[in-house]
């Protein structure tokens, strides 16, 4: 070993699904089947190409004002990033800093590991019970932190606020952030909960509802304090995360509110329609609040099944990781895509 290599800081990186570049039917990364919003659209075809030779906005000034409207809170409790992966990345980097582990559920996004490992933070993984479900009472004990997505994934549950609550009241001296990549898919957001609790940090993100995981947009929203911590951490890593484009065509995707409910109640009536098509060909799964599904069948090997699918051109998401090695997780495309599916899973199991 080369004396340098000590001094590196090695990781064990997060294997995002893959992104074919030929045509196939997606369904392995929660993205959205359809487009974004048509103001979104027309945004990017009329950009001012000039203002690329300037800096963007450091502050992302526009977008953080029209979320700050859509959800009736301030500029000052907004903070805006890449992706909200930018943004539980700064979360895990301004707030879990204490000697004592952090805490997150076995069977969750698996990022939260990577970056605890990169920024060298301890952390405990309670189990989720048999059906899934978060235990809450195994997030009373001493922590240095807690994040949980709502719903979780790849399990597309969705706890109740009340369970979320009396996590979050429970912690009073640690930050509880709450991932809500999934929300718009599934139920009432802990957003309201920001007031009572100045520990508690909700992230959301334009990659899945909005239709824009291309676009790198996620953000967080707390009290002014925590977002000030946020800011100083950002500020001292990179002042320019948001790129032009990105800021506009955030802008005109929170503007066109009608579009985003219709969109969202498009991917909910494909998904229950998908349920009763697996359950009619023998599969099992969580009653998925998400725009996907975690299925798995009591006949068929997950992995099998996952690779019949792939050499068909159809590919969904399989991880193989203990007490999921049974399960994929199907995300909801559009019902043609979803059609091409079960078409072929039928000929498959000779249904
Ligand atoms: N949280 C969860 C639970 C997710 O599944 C994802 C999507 N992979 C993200 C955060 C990150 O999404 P994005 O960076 O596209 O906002």
């Not at 409790?77 to 980097?93: A, E, I, N, P, W």
């Not at 996004?109 to 990577?114: A, E, H, M, R």
């Not at 994040?147 to 399990?155: E, G, K, L, R, S």
């Not at 060909?281 to 996907?292: E, M, P």
């Amino acid at each position: 070993m080369r004396e340098f290599e000590k001094n590196i800081r090695k990781v064990e990186p997060y294997v995002p699904g893959e992104q074919p570049q030929q045509k196939v039917i997606k369904l392995n990364t929660n993205e959205n089947p359809y487009p974004p919003a048509p103001g979104v659209v027309k945004a990017l075809k009329e950009m001012n190409t000039d203002r690329l030779r300037l800096y963007p906005d450091p502050s992302s000034g526009a977008l953080t004002k029209e979320l700050s409207e859509f959800y009736h809170v301030d500029t000052s409790q907004v903070f805006v990033g890449v992706g909200s992966d930018d943004v539980l990345s700064m979360c895990f980097l301004t707030f879990f800093n204490s000697e004592k582990p952090v805490i997150f559920p076995d069977i969750t996004y698996s990022f939260y590991k990577v970056w605890a490992d990169l920024y060298r933070i301890p952390y405990e993984c309670p189990r989720l019970d048999e059906n899934f479900r978060l235990v809450k009472e195994d997030y009373y004990r001493e922590n240095g932190g807690v994040i949980f997505p709502n719903p979780n994934a790849p399990t597309a549950l969705y706890e109740e606020l009340s369970v979320v609550e009396d996590i979050i009241s429970h912690n009073r001296d640690v930050i509880v952030i709450v991932d809500e990549a999934y929300i718009d898919f599934a139920g009432r957001s802990a957003l309201k909960l920001i007031e009572k609790y100045d520990n508690l940090i909700v992230v959301q993100t334009f990659s899945k509802a909005r239709s824009m995981a291309g676009m790198r947009i996620g953000y967080a929203i707390s009290n002014p304090t925590l977002i000030k911590y946020l800011n100083d951490a950002k500020y001292s890593f990179n002042s320019y995360t948001m790129n032009q484009a990105a800021q506009l065509c955030g802008v005109e995707a929170v503007r066109d509110k009608a579009y985003f409910e219709e969109n969202i109640r498009k991917i909910i009536e494909v998904r229950e329609w998908a349920k009763g098509e697996l359950r009619e060909l023998g599969f099992r799964f969580t009653d998925s609040k998400a725009n996907f599904i975690f299925a798995t069948h009591p006949d068929y090997d997950a992995k099998e099944l996952f690779e019949a699918l792939k050499a068909e051109g159809i590919y969904v998401r399989f991880w193989g990781s203990e007490r999921i090695e049974q399960y994929m997780r199907i995300t909801v495309g559009t019902k043609e895509e979803m059609k091409a599916m079960f078409s072929f899973l039928r000929k498959y199991m000779s249904i």
